[in-house]
């Protein structure tokens, strides 16, 4: 049932597929980051392409920027700088991996992710204060200037005053839908001391007014502080509402999101299931391209492979157990 | 229903596991020494997963070991039976019938929704079925030997398939309905090319055979044998007549030197085979190899069973058995008509299956049942008979079909057989059945609003899509998704690689062929800028040409423009000359690449004239300097460059070629840089010190020059 394709190097903490799964990047914990391709699009056995320190300090996450945008990953590293890394010829150099863009900023940079629309690419990083910035690239063919479009707090209300907050670890997932007429949305929890930022909201642009809205909070109302270690939002090939899944401390619940907000601009939201699975927390959590399964990794370091059946209920379906023999 | 909780046709969307209380474990196997710190996880094509496995960092780690795997897992694949590339040829070749079906399905359709009359364009499932069964392989027996050996009982034909047994399943029991008296005979058939399927975990009447062969060899008086007796009411209860009669005729009294003393027990054994093969049988047609007469009708039928079943009797109460001298050949053969006059408890002893109990009792108990719920209740009866020590995917398919539960055959399906066998079977459980029609063309909103037809054939369409071989028939399947398949198919496309040249021709052909257009110029998109990153220019603008891209051709004439403003010489020109070339004019991109069309024009001439063709060049070049100068869009730090490169056309020897307000037009632009000179910020042109004043001057005399001539 299971093949080896790749082989990674001594400290490896962190890799990430691109978007036609064909190119790995793996991160690790001296600051280099590889790079692994395959011979032959049929071929199934990557190997190592090239390797470069991206920084001083480790690296703990790794992401590929859309590929309308080039050859691009961006990385996090331990110490919470952000830094852009482009595969591509300058002149006449050969075809090689440079640093695009460097984000130096006094908190931490926890989690970042890439939002495509119609013309433009966004970014949102979280960062360990609480804070979350979207920046929009300026030039599509220069992955150097991005501007710096929005800059809020994970909170509904505004108004509310919030103690410092330190966060340990933020999730961010974008809506995955792209269509003509779609607005841009993303998903964005927190695991932090601060009860207010961390329920799971969700942000979309508001074209008219050049500003990011909160559409919806997917927690119960008791739930509203638990700390959120993964968000992700399914592919929607055709239902009426959205899917996403919230994992914190309680679970992993699946949520479906309407598509029409009420009066007040919020989403209708319902809570369709809460599953337990990793006991500890939850690592990452992946939807497939249909949105049919979703897979998820945690602290019990098992796999688990969720789905709905016929009648709607949400159970798991097949668990994978990693074995050394 | 007993044996299939109501919770089966619950519908587990994948089949990797089956459907019970609690999720199957799967051991995912990485070969990593040290123990693992962390996984990811990433979804790739279709519903193959990739776990990357990290090692913990170990202090006394050895160099050569690897600090991490990555695993592909496919989910729902590996079926011990089938090869994963005989999957994949059975994949590609139940397309077309596939194809031709759901292309005949429409035309009905349509045709239905014009006009009331029934439509002229049949829905063949029974054709789509054979091709199918085609498919799965040839089970047929392979040709006769030339010469028989009459020692061999069983033939050896190709590895019969659990995929291809459950396929002719429901091709009988779907497919030809109307033909439903001969279905016990059918069964028959059935039971006699896949018998030895069952032959792994229970004791058969084919491994029955089978061993009984191979100690034929060594036999010399086989009738003394008390397992020859036994192997034959066992292939005479399952109705392999064929085998039976060989097997009897290989009694010893037949041999020359024994037919003087055996002459009775000679009779008898061939009374009884003359018996068998006159068997009569409800069969549609007379088939050779099949021993036994055949009837289409039923009186008929009867009467010729109620005649066949007397000459048993009869025989059975004749007097020539206290003549027949040799015990185990009396009692064997008496058996044996037991067997046939339908002796429950002979039936019972003769099998060893409950499907082969089954089968003897549609033989010679019950030839006249019809109707599945008769059939469900018989086959209850025969599983309390003789129980089944595990559950085996075929006999839970029969159960299925035999208890009339649509879902239930669909989940056994599923869980046995894997998306393909579901997607395919699917056709055959909704042909001419309103209730299963309804069942599986409902629009269910748990599944998002569409129906368990279509939810089974993207499953099974992202199962082709995981590999790199199948994902292009994949869109076939979702094509025929009425409600979410084109999504699914947008995505999937999108998720193709683009670097490699006839993947992205094959996977723009596929985005024609179902309209996707905006699929498309994505892309293209991609594409062009994989190439421009790449250092392939020139494929990067092309693809940006075909996606249409505006936005970022503009962004190259506009990188374009900046380096050529940084470099004006001729050699860096020359690199983007080509680049400019191909860039057309006909894309609507704003100043700087008329810009730089212009300029190319220009140097073109003056190139021309330094070439000695002199006449026309030099008047193209001054029209072209006198264009480039008066444009808005010729950014300033050029003037002077243009200028100077023009020098050679101010100081023309035979007459001036600038007219007066072509030369004041000149002069004022080189006023205005002059000013510019003096604000913040100007970048001062690579050029000789002394350019700006040659160009005053040029530009004086030849003002001079054109005054006097006017």
């Given at each position: 049932m299971e093949k080896p394709v790749a082989t990674l190097d001594q400290g490896t903490t962190c890799s990430a597929w691109n978007y036609c799964s064909e190119r790995l990047a793996a991160g690790s914990v001296d600051g280099s980051l590889s790079i692994f391709d395959s011979r032959d699009p049929s071929s199934s056995s990557f190997t190592r392409s090239s390797k470069f320190k991206a920084h001083e300090a480790g690296i703990v996450k790794v992401a590929w920027i859309p590929p309308e945008y080039g050859d691009a990953v961006a990385c996090i590293c331990e110490d919470g700088t952000l830094s852009i890394w482009e595969e591509l010829v300058e002149g006449t150099q050969p075809l090689q991996w440079k640093l695009c863009k460097s984000f130096k900023t006094s908190s931490k940079v926890l989690d970042v992710q890439f939002g495509v629309n119609q013309t433009s690419l966004r970014m949102v990083t979280a960062y360990s204060d609480g804070g979350v910035k979207v920046f929009e690239l300026i030039d599509p063919l220069e992955l150097k200037n991005w501007q710096l479009q929005a800059e809020f707090q994970n909170v509904i209300d505004s108004v509310s005053t919030l103690g410092k907050a330190s966060c340990l670890t933020a999730c961010i997932s974008w809506?995955?839908?792209?269509?003509?007429?779609?607005?841009?949305?993303?998903?964005?929890?927190?695991?932090?001391?601060?009860?207010?930022?961390?329920?799971?909201?969700v942000w979309e642009f508001d074209a008219a007014h050049q500003r990011w809205l909160p559409v919806a909070e997917l927690a119960s109302p008791g739930d509203k502080g638990d700390q959120v270690y993964c968000v992700a939002w399914a592919p929607n090939i055709g239902r009426p509402y959205e899917l996403i899944a919230v994992a914190s401390q309680k679970g992993i619940a699946i949520w479906h999101v309407g598509s029409t907000p009420d009066l007040d601009g919020r989403l209708s939201v319902e809570k369709v299931a809460l599953l337990s699975g990793h006991n500890s927390e939850v690592w990452q959590m992946e939807w497939d391209m249909s949105g049919m399964t979703l897979a998820t990794t945690g602290g019990d370091g098992l796999v688990r492979l969720w789905q709905s059946n016929l009648k709607g209920t949400w159970h798991e379906q097949a668990t994978l157990q990693p074995t050394s023999s | 229903m007993p044996g299939v909780s109501s919770d089966t046709s619950g519908g587990a969307l994948a089949p990797f596991s089956p459907e019970s209380q609690g999720a199957a474990v799967y051991p995912l196997h990485h070969g990593l020494k040290s123990p693992i710190s962390r996984l990811s996880i990433s979804w790739s094509r279709g519903n193959s997963l990739r776990v990357s496995v990290f090692a913990a960092p170990s202090d006394h780690s050895v160099n050569e070991e690897a600090g991490g795997k990555v695993v592909e897992v496919k989910l729902g694949s590996g079926d011990g039976e089938i090869s994963d590339s005989h999957w994949r040829r059975i994949a590609y070749d139940s397309v077309s019938p596939f194809a031709l079906l759901q292309s005949r399905k429409n035309a009905a359709s349509s045709f239905s929704k014009m006009s009331m009359n029934s439509s002229p364009y049949d829905v063949d499932w029974s054709?789509?079925?054979?091709?199918?069964?085609?498919?799965?392989?040839?089970?047929?027996?392979?040709?006769?030997?030339?010469?028989?050996?009459?020692?061999?009982?069983?033939?050896?034909?190709?590895?019969p398939t659990s995929l291809k047994a459950a396929w002719e399943l429901l091709e009988m029991f779907y497919a030809e309905k109307p033909s439903q008296s001969w279905l016990p005979e059918r069964l028959v058939d059935w039971l006699a090319g896949y018998d030895s399927l069952f032959s792994g975990t229970h004791s058969t009447v084919h491994s029955k055979l089978v061993d009984f062969q191979k100690e034929l060899v060594n036999l010399q008086v086989v009738e003394d044998d008390p397992r020859y007796w036994e192997v034959i009411s066992s292939a005479l209860a399952v109705g392999w007549l064929d085998i039976v009669v060989k097997l009897l005729r290989l009694h010893g009294s037949y041999r020359l030197d024994q037919l003087s003393n055996r002459e009775t027990e000679n009779g008898l054994v061939e009374a009884v085979a003359v018996l068998i093969s006159k068997m009569p049988r409800m069969r549609l047609e007379q088939e050779d190899g099949i021993l036994g007469e055949s009837f289409k009708a039923k009186p008929d039928f009867v009467k010729a069973l109620e005649k066949w079943r007397a000459h048993i009797n009869k025989l059975d109460s004749s007097a020539f058995w206290f003549q027949c001298a040799h015990q185990q050949t009396r009692e064997g053969l008496r058996s044996m008509l037991q067997i046939m006059l339908g002796n429950a408890d002979s039936l019972c002893t003769a099998t060893c299956h409950w499907i082969e109990l089954y089968i003897s009792h549609l033989l010679y108990i019950r030839p006249f049942t019809v109707g599945?719920?008769?059939?469900?209740?018989?086959?209850?009866?025969?599983?309390?008979?003789?129980?089944?020590?595990?559950?085996?995917?075929?006999?839970?398919?029969?159960?299925?079909?035999?208890?009339?539960?649509?879902?239930?055959?669909?989940?056994?399906?599923?869980?046995?057989?894997?998306?393909?066998?579901?997607?395919?079977?699917?056709?055959?459980?909704?042909?001419?059945?309103?209730?299963?029609?309804?069942?599986?063309?409902?629009?269910?909103?748990?599944?998002?609003?569409?129906?368990?037809?279509?939810?089974?054939?993207?499953?099974?369409?992202?199962?082709?899509?995981?590999?790199?071989?199948?994902?292009?028939?994949?869109?076939?399947?979702?094509?025929?998704?009425?409600?979410?398949?084109?999504?699914?198919?947008?995505?999937?496309?999108?998720?193709?690689?683009?670097?490699?040249?006839?993947?992205?021709?094959?996977?723009?052909?596929?985005?024609?062929?179902?309209?996707?257009?905006?699929?498309?110029?994505?892309?293209?998109?991609?594409?062009?800028?994989?190439?421009?990153?790449?250092?392939?220019?020139?494929?990067?603008?092309?693809?940006?040409?075909?996606?249409?891209?505006?936005?970022?051709?503009?962004r190259i004439a506009q990188q374009l423009f900046d380096s050529v403003g940084k470099t004006i010489s001729d050699e860096s020109f020359k690199q983007w000359e080509g680049l400019i070339q191909l860039l057309g004019s006909e894309s609507k991109t704003a100043g700087g690449l008329e810009f730089l069309h212009k300029y190319r024009d220009f140097k073109k001439s003056l190139q021309q004239i330094h070439d000695g063709k002199t006449t026309d060049a030099s008047r193209q070049a001054v029209e072209s300097l006198i264009t480039l100068m008066k444009n808005p869009s010729t950014p300033q730090r050029f003037w002077l460059p243009l200028l100077y490169d023009s020098l050679k056309l101010l100081n023309w020897q035979d007459h001036p070629l600038f007219n007066v307000s072509q030369t004041n037009l000149l002069l004022n632009k080189l006023q205005e840089l002059s000013m510019a000179r003096l604000r913040p910020g100007f970048i001062e042109p690579d050029l000789p010190p002394h350019a700006l004043d040659s160009v005053r001057l040029a530009l004086a005399t030849n003002l001079g020059r054109a005054i006097l001539e006017e």
């Open positions: 809506n995955p839908q792209r269509g003509e007429g779609q607005e841009s949305s993303f998903i964005l929890g927190f695991n932090s001391n601060t009860p207010q930022l961390n329920s799971p909201k | 054709e789509y079925s054979k091709d199918i069964n085609a498919l799965l392989g040839n089970q047929k027996s392979p040709p006769a030997p030339i010469i028989d050996d009459p020692k061999s009982v069983i033939k050896k034909g190709e590895e599945l719920e008769s059939m469900y209740n018989l086959a209850q009866k025969c599983i309390q008979l003789k129980p089944m020590a595990s559950a085996d995917r075929l006999m839970q398919l029969i159960i299925g079909i035999l208890g009339e539960n649509t879902e239930v055959v669909l989940a056994e399906c599923s869980k046995g057989f894997g998306p393909w066998m579901v997607t395919h079977a699917i056709e055959l459980l909704t042909a001419g059945s309103d209730h299963a029609e309804m069942l599986l063309h409902e629009e269910h909103k748990n599944l998002g609003g569409i129906s368990i037809e279509e939810l089974y054939r993207l499953v099974y369409a992202q199962v082709l899509s995981s590999h790199p071989l199948t994902w292009q028939i994949a869109p076939i399947y979702l094509a025929s998704c009425m409600k979410q398949g084109m999504v699914l198919l947008q995505i999937l496309l999108s998720k193709q690689p683009v670097q490699h040249n006839q993947l992205l021709l094959k996977n723009i052909e596929i985005c024609r062929l179902y309209e996707l257009d905006s699929i498309t110029s994505n892309i293209m998109k991609i594409a062009g800028v994989y190439h421009w990153k790449h250092g392939r220019k020139g494929s990067g603008v092309f693809w940006l040409q075909q996606a249409r891209d505006e936005y970022r051709l503009n």
